[in-house]
């Protein structure tokens, strides 16, 4: 049976896994660095590299150890090579290539965002290609085709911040704690999502882009002036947010070939609301519809090591080199075009 040791370290999660060619979590550690950069209110990459830096060799350790199993019994290591903060990819993908080289197991270079894309078939051994993805969390919005491992084609991202940061800066005008997105849709759960009027970014527009710039002003207006409930507020940005998603998907399935399944992933993926509302507009076309698990939506090592596995079945495969280069930004569609008004987060 295939094994592979998976490694994720590229934003504030710091994993380890073991995942065999069943989709079997043989074993997984985890660990949030949510108390570190809970002052700031935000991720702080020096400090993020340095947790990793002290954290990932002993976790490794412990994880090879709860499945009693050597690393020369792994068929792969799959590191997360980008894109993410670099000091904390660079920390993830060099203890990958010293294992790899010290055991000579192959090494897999994981594009993070791939790891994402592939995770519901991790979750659903049953979940076949073609299907539609819905890629929301911290750095990216995004909806793509994806025909196979490594064939992803774009269709929409966004134009300025990603959703999940979206929820971050809700939850920082609204003084809750960080990590933001789960603080909001816990708060969301006791307010009225019609209370605040609250702006549908790019809705009905042709182009099926993302854009919530506008909708995080609106927040902070609505905040200041006084009048509302935190958490009206909270769920009226909540409701404004998933009619934002159900609209751009709309516009993005005018431009696909019909796929049988919409599936979604990312860390906002763990939000029950928008799994939910997702899940009502894929039946509503007679779509299948999955999502895995919220802890596999939120940055994990199984989504890395299971990547690995797909990319291991793959008959042109080839191991990465050990002289690979961490990647701060890498495009899951490399002939997706820059979009208008786009900053780096392409
Ligand atoms: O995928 P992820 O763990 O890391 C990145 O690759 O970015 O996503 C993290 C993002 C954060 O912005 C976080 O606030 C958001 O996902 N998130 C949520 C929820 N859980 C995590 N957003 C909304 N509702 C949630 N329950
Ligand atoms: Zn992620």
């Known amino acids: 049976m295939t094994l592979v ?15 065999d060619g069943e989709g079997r979590i043989v074993a997984q550690r985890i660990a949030s660095q949510d108390e570190a950069h809970a002052p700031y209110g935000g991720v702080v990459p020096e400090i993020a590299a340095r947790a990793h830096a002290e954290r990932l060799a002993p976790m490794i350790a412990s994880v090879l150890a709860d499945a009693d199993t050597a690393l020369t019994e792994c068929d792969a290591i799959a590191a997360t090579a980008g894109p993410g903060l670099i000091g904390g990819v660079m920390v993830g993908l060099v203890s990958a290539k010293a294992l790899a080289m010290a055991s000579d197991v192959p090494l897999i270079a994981i ?40 064939r992803y084609r774009r269709l929409a991202t966004t134009i300025d911040d990603a959703l999940g940061e979206a929820f971050d800066k809700t939850a920082k005008i609204l003084g809750l704690s960080f990590p933001g997105g789960p603080a909001v849709e816990r708060l969301a759960k006791g307010g009225d999502a019609q209370a605040v009027p609250l702006p549908r970014p790019m809705l009905k527009s042709r182009e099926p882009h993302f854009s919530f710039a506008g909708l995080k002003s609106a927040v902070l207006r609505a905040h200041n002036s006084g009048q509302y409930e935190a958490a ?44 939910s509302a997702l899940e009502g507009f894929a039946a509503e076309r007679g779509m299948g519809f999955t999502a895995p698990p919220p802890a596999l939506c939120t940055d994990n ?32 569609d490399p002939e997706a075009e820059a979009v208008r008004g786009a900053g780096v987060k392409a």
């Open 5 to 19: 040791l998976g490694i994720e370290s590229s934003c504030d999660e710091t994993a380890a896994a073991l995942v």
């Open 111 to 150: 594009n993070h965002l791939e790891g994402h894309a592939l995770s519901p078939r991790l979750a659903d051994r049953a979940l076949e290609f073609p299907y539609a993805l819905l890629l929301v969390s911290g750095g990216h919005c995004q909806i793509l085709r994806v025909d196979g491992v490594g």
């Open 232 to 275: 009206d507020i909270a769920a009226s940005f909540q409701r404004a947010a998933i009619d934002c998603l159900l609209d751009r998907l709309r516009v993005s399935f005018e431009r696909m070939d019909a796929v049988p399944t919409l599936v979604v992933a990312g860390g906002v993926a763990a939000n029950a609301a928008v799994r």
């Open 301 to 332: 090592a199984a989504m890395i090591a299971w990547a690995g596995i797909e990319r291991l079945a793959l008959p042109d495969f080839t191991p990465s080199p050990l002289d690979l280069l961490a990647r701060p930004r890498w495009p899951l």
